[in-house]
């Protein structure tokens, strides 16, 4: 029973002419508490995946299931209390005008908490900012504090699912290492199930189990982590980018 | 043979709360070598690199004891002498194509204006010129190029447009700020082996500025790391991963590998003792 699942998943923009096919025949299961990486070029589509799962794109076809339910064009309310996503520029993704406690008791509110003050203090507590953060201003945090700020928000749903849109690639090398390590505490805390999207290989190896190449809006090669640390790629496009990763 | 020799460089912003030093003290020459800066954001590398063009805009104040290209003091140069400098002897390239090329010229136009302004030459000469210049960063089908405007262009071959921009009037020095962070790691690969091609076979020095350790320790022949406006470790670049600083070491520690998976990754704990000790020089 896989916790997430997309079946022959295709994503386009634009009419006619204009049509561009961004992801074309994606399919790939994702069990519960697993992480599932997505790697690929700038434009190959992985990001447009995510999108098209949270439903911020609405011209896909294809088949989506999250924990058995099938997907429909229209989100219900209940798909966003299983399913959310964090962003890749924490600069981008907070209202400057909004304070940490706002940005977290708005969404908290519009999920249908009640004990909206006890959950602020524990979300801040769980991405480890903790109470001094609260009434902070975006402009007043730190690039790593906004990522966890944006996590706090993704996790207040309670969601079973986080979708992870490049969550570090902006973020200095050692704040990286910080988020990265409170990513694998929030999944064996909460039991989340994670799709990470990234275009470093060594950050998708440490957080991911499995991961999918993605080359030219397809999916060219499913393998684990285990194939990717040893080098084990088969198809042509995986071992060049095996070979273009410096370090990895 | 040392084209630039920096001593003592500092680079300070007055604000509210008193003046903010950006860079402290960094010394270092550079020869016909690679010479890559690392740190952080915030460490203060991109500050020294627009330091040496005095590109840092006032209220901003850079002081030095030195800063000579091949002897002569850029420091002591009026602002008319500083622009022969710049880009005719020491070239910049920055990290995001989108925002260096003109929007509204095509690339060709924009290729001529530089060759035209470093040589005295006539529109067709000028022509060739860029269409050669367009040659040597691999890009083979110049008259398209010429044609299109920086839009039309991808990251990769943005920025290989922009090197042969810089490299048109023959400068000594280039000064690469994250050339290739905006770009993806295959591309990447290219831009820097076009890079590398052209320094070395012209006798250049390059002053490549990164955050990213592993390319620089790929990439370059000695590395300055920087850490609060210091240079806290001078080493060989093949030898980067055996540096020694807790900072340095701390950077390298904090990231993931995949020849060695670890259940978590060792997080960097600052030592305020790191910004206070002296800095280190990288002259030789």
Known sequence: MSMLSVEHLNVWFGKGHNRVDAVTDASFDVAPGESFGLV??????????????????????????????????KRHRSFYKTVQMVFQDPYAS???????????????????????DARVVRLLDDVGLGQK???RFPHQLSGGQRQRVAIARALAAEPRILLLDEPTSALDVSVQAEILNLLTDLRAEHGLTYVMVSHDLAVV?????????MKDSRIVEIMDVDSLRAKRANHPYSQELLRNSVGA | MTLLDVENLWVQFPTRQGVFDAVR????????????????????????GRAILRLIRPPGIVRADRIALEGVDLLGMTEKEMRAVRGQRISMVMQDPKFSLNPVMTIGDQLIE?????????????????LDALASVSIRDGERVMRAYPHEMSGGMGQRIMI???LIPGPQILIADEPTSALDVSVQRQVLAIMDDLVTSRGMGLIFISHDLNLVADFCDR????????????????RLHEATHPYTRGLLNSLPRLDEPRERLSVLKRDPAWSEAPGVSGRI
């Open chain 1, 205 to 213: 190896g440490h957080v991911c189990a499995r991961l999918a190449v």
């Open chain 1, 94 to 116: 907070l209202h400057p005008r909004h304070s940490v406690d706002a940005v977290l008791g708005e969404t908290l509110h519009l999920h249908g908490f009640r004990d909206i």
């Open chain 2, 25 to 48: 003290g960094v010394s270092f020459t550079l020869g016909k070598e690679r010479l890559g800066i690392v740190g952080e954001s915030g460490s203060g590398k991109s500050m020294t």
């Open chain 1, 40 to 73: 690929g070029e700038s434009g190959s589509g992985k990001s447009t995946i995510l999108r098209a799962i949270t439903g911020l794109v609405p011209t896909w076809s294809g088949r989506i299931t999250v924990d058995g339910q099938d997907v429909a064009k």
């Open chain 2, 223 to 238: 590395v300055l790391i920087m850490y609060a406006g210091r240079v806290v470790e001078v080493c060989r670049a093949d």
């Open chain 2, 164 to 166: 042969a921009m810089m």
């Open chain 1, 133 to 135: 953060f609260r009434f």
């Open chain 2, 114 to 130: 530089a060759y035209r302004l470093a040589n005295k030459s006539d529109r067709k000469g000028a022509k060739q010129a860029a």
